[in-house]
């Protein structure tokens, strides 16, 4: 499945990305598009890693540095960019949820 030759990089699952925080406890993504950012972390064209479960990953939200509640938060894997930002609030929530 891996065609990049990039080594393959594990992001923080709670990162700061330029406005937002990003919440990635899945990385990897087996598609491989020309134009993505992922092929420079060596994570296109490879099978996704689940690194937290969703219990794990709000709680590594919530006790993070980065955290406040007003913050937005990308809650996706690293791969996808996110539809529309959410607060660290909804973005706990939806995961609470399962969504
Ligand atoms: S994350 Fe999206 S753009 Fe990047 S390789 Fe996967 S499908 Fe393509």
Redesign the pocket.
Known sequence: MRTTTTPRVRTGIVDQHATWIAVNPVQG?????R?????ERGQ??VAPETLADPASTVELLLTSPLYAPTRPVAPAKI??APRRRMSCDESCQGVRAGR
Do not use: E, N, R, V
């Not at 134009?35 to 092929?39: A, I, M, T």
């Open positions: 993504c087996p598609k491989s598009c134009y993505c950012f992922l092929h296109a064209g791969a996808a």
